[in-house]
């Protein structure tokens, strides 16, 4: 198994539209991210959460939200999906600061809103 | 505003060749440093994380390199195989929750 699973692969929406992006993770770690991906541009931070308790808005918030529902699984939920929304969404996690530091990212998801 | 650029935004070489892959930022108070591969349409593989302390990491045929005062990072890949093609990104974590990535260089090796 993966060590960062996300759900679905794809996804093709229409807009207005409720949706959820899941991700669970193995690693053991406390944080989680989600971030976005467009052509030609770097990933962008949507959201990110240190432990179940503490979740914090990322650059690109607006029109998403997000559940740490445990440790290992942090959704993303976009309210009413727009099209500028179709993006490759991708989910990882890191371990604390040390030797484990760099991110783990979970295969993406890609949502297209038509 | 700490900015990360990579640059060529692609590039095509022959099997075999050596090449090196360029990283560059625009403010050197960084954390650490990472590179990543990235298949098309799939996630981030992490290939190497060099700190803020070190001068470079090596994996394989995969060597990175951190020149903090220059803001650059080089990613150094011996005798390239078309199995290298994809697109590697490099990413600055700034400490805190701050990462920022750039938006990559794609490799293509020909056969």
């Known amino acids: 198994d993966a060590d960062v699973t996300q759900t679905p692969r794809n996804r093709i929406t229409k807009t207005g539209k409720r949706i959820m992006l899941e991700c669970s993770q193995t690693k053991g770690h406390d944080r989680m991210y989600w971030y976005r991906q467009d052509p030609g541009l770097g990933l962008r931070l949507i959201y990110y959460?240190?432990?179940?308790?503490?979740?914090n808005k990322g650059e690109i918030s607006d029109g998403y939200s997000v559940s740490r529902q445990a440790q290992a699984k942090f959704s993303l939920s976009l309210e009413s999906a727009i099209p500028n929304q179709t993006a490759l969404y991708f989910c990882a996690t890191r371990g604390p600061t040390g030797t484990n530091y760099g991110y783990t990212f979970g295969s993406g998801t890609r949502l297209t809103v038509v | 505003k700490q900015e990360v650029t990579q640059i060529p935004a692609a590039l095509s070489v022959p099997e075999g060749e050596n090449l090196v892959l360029n990283c560059s930022f625009t403010d050197s108070a960084i954390y650490n440093l990472q590179w990543f591969r990235q298949d098309p349409g799939k996630g981030l593989t992490s290939l190497l994380l060099i700190q803020s302390s070190q001068r470079e990491q090596t994996s394989g045929r995969l060597n990175a390199s951190l020149d903090k005062s220059s803001g650059r990072s080089t990613l150094y890949i011996a005798a390239s195989q078309p199995g290298d093609s994809a697109t590697y990104l490099c990413a600055v974590d700034t400490g805190g929750f701050k990462t920022i990535f750039g938006a990559g260089t794609r490799l293509f090796v020909k056969a």
């Open positions: 959460s240190f432990d179940v308790k503490d979740i």
